[in-house]
C-alpha cells in the first residue's frame, strides 16, 4: 500500500465533512484501492493554516475549526502566507480544491487548479469554476505533467457523470443535454408548488440555509450556466464561458407561472440546455415547464441530467436530496481514481 | 494494435445490429482502445455456422442471412457439429453470447458462459439467465481464468449500470433499489393510459413486434424476477434465484385500475424492488403506483432503476426509447473493457 498525501485548500461544509470520514468509510475505501491516505495540509481563509508531513490528525483539525479557533497550532515550519504559498509547498501527491468560488470570474479556484498542477499535484475540486472557464487548458496542462485533474463534484455532487462518460460510454458523441442542476431554484419552484409565494419559498430556503444571503447567483441562473459550460466543456470538447450563455433566471416567476404548470401536469424548473452547434455547442438556461414523467420532473430539490448520445439513446442521471456528503463522496471517488492511475 | 478475435454465438437483432455497426462506428471505438476487431465465427440456431480465423466479412454474412440462406458456405474446416462444439473450436479471444434464452432456466446460455470461460475465453453476453442463474459461480471461474465475464446489455440495455457500479461507485454499498425493467407490461400499461384496454394493448404490442406471442413471461412479471435477481447477484452480492421471487404480474389490471392511478397523480407501472435482509437480498415484483415525477414514472417503455446506497444517497438511470441499438452498445462498451483488460 502506498502513501496518498492529501492537501486540502479550503475547509467549509466538503472538506470538514470529507475529513470526518476520512478515518472510517473513506480511509477504507482509499486502502482498497491501495492508498494510506493522510492529510498532510489544511489551508482555510478564517481559521489559518497547517502543514504536517506526517499527517495531521483529522479529529484535532475539525475540533479547533469547531471552536472558532485557528489551525496554526498545528503547523510544522514557517508561516504559511498565501493560498498560492500553500500549494507551492505542502508535502502532497494531490491537492483538493474546495476554496468558495467567485462564478463569475472561476477564480481563485482556476489559479490555484493551474498552479498545482503545474507543481506536479493532482487535482481533485467540486469547484465548478476551473471546469467551466479554464477546462481545456488546464486539462492540457495535466497531461502534459502526466496528473489527473477530475471534477465529478462540480455538478450534480457525487452522481458519477463525469466518470460515468469518460470510463463507461466509450466512444459515444453527446449531442445535447438538459438538466436541473441548481438545487436553490429546484427548492423554491418546489415549495411554490406547495402554495408558498415566491417571498416565502425564498426566505424559507435562506432560513434552511439551502439559499444563500444574497440568492442572486442562483435565481438569475448563473449557476447553472457555470455548470452548463463545465458539461459543454468537459462532456463535449467546447471551449464555452459563462459569458456565452443564452440566461434567463426565475425571477419574474408568479405563483400564478406555477399553478398554470402545474395545472399543465408539468413542474416549472430552471432548466440548462446545451447543443452541438459546429464546432461549437450553444448553452441557453430559463424557466421551462417539465412534463411530469421527464426524468428532470423530480419533487423539490431533485437534479437531474438527460444525455443525448449517438450511439446510445437518451441516458438520464438522477440525484435525490443532494446534499453535503454527497459533494465529499465526489472527492473521495476522484481520489480513488487518482490512486488507481499511480 | 492487437486484433480482438470476436465470436458471436446466437445472431438475431443485437448480433445483427452488432455486425452491421462493426465495420464503421464500433470498429473506430474498438480501434481507438487498442483492439482490431474481427468476427472470426458466427454460430445459429437456424442459419448454419461458419469459422473462418482470418475473419468473416460481416456484411456477407448479413447478406445471407437476410436471404434466409444459411452461413454454411462462408465456414472453414469441419462441420460445427453444435453450440458446445462451436464455442471450443471458434479461435477467438472473446465469446459474445447472444442466444435465445429460456428465462425460467437460465439455459442454454448459462451453459455456454461456463465452457467459453472454461476454454480460457473472455464472455460478453446480453443474456440475463447467466446473471440471474449462475452469476458468482460464473465470475469465480472468470477469475480463477484471469479473464472478464462482462453482460453490461442484461438490464436497461447499454445503460451503463453495472460499469457504473463496478468502476464509478468505489466503496459504494447498495441498500436496495427499485426498477421498471421490463419494457413490454410499461409499454402495455402507458397505452392503458391513453384509452386502450388490456387486451387491445396487448394486441398493438404483438403487432408491433414489442410483446412476444407469448407474453406470459412479461406479463406475469417473470423477466423483471429474473432482471431483478441479475441486479441483486452483481451488485449486490447476493445469490438468489428467480424461484425466490415474490411475483405478481399485471395480469389482472384493469383500464380501471389504470384510470385511478392516473387520477391519483401516478403511473401504474410493474416494479422490481430488491432490499438487503440480512445476508441475502429479497426481491419483489407486482404493479405499483409509481408518482409522477418519480424516476420511474417516465412515460411509454422507458426504463429505469433508483439505487439507494450508503455513501452516496439515490442515484437515478433512465433509458428513454432503448431498442436494439442500445443492446448492441452494450456488446460494444463491453468489448471495450475486454480490450483495455489485456
Known sequence: MRPLRIA????????????SLLPADYGRVLRAAGARPRITGISTARHGSAIQSRGLDPARCLALVRAGRTLDALHHGPPVASAADFIRR??????????????????????????????????????????????????????????????????MDGTPLFNMARRCLPGITIRSFRGTLNSTTSHILGRMEQGRSASEALREAQAAGIAEADPSLDLEGWDAAVKGCALANALMGASVRPSQVRRRGIGGITARDVRAATAAGSRLRLVVRGRRSGRTVRIAVGPERVPLGDPLSGPGADAALVLETDLMGEIGLVERGGDVDQTAYAVLSDLVAVAEAR
Chains 1, 2 share one sequence.
Open 8 to 19: 486540502l485548500l479550503g475547509f467549509g461544509n466538503v472538506g470538514r465533512r470529507f475529513a
Open 90 to 155: 505542502v508535502p502532497a501527491d494531490v491537492l483538493v480544491e474546495l476554496t468558495p468560488l467567485d462564478p463569475r470570474r472561476g477564480e481563485p479556484a482556476t489559479s490555484h487548479v493551474r498552479l498545482a498542477l503545474r507543481r506536479g499535484l493532482h487535482v481533485v475540486t467540486a469547484n465548478k469554476g476551473p471546469v467551466a472557464f479554464a477546462w481545456r487548458p488546464l486539462q492540457t496542462l495535466a497531461a502534459r505533467r502526466r496528473r489527473l485533474f477530475l471534477h465529478e463534484g462540480v455538478v
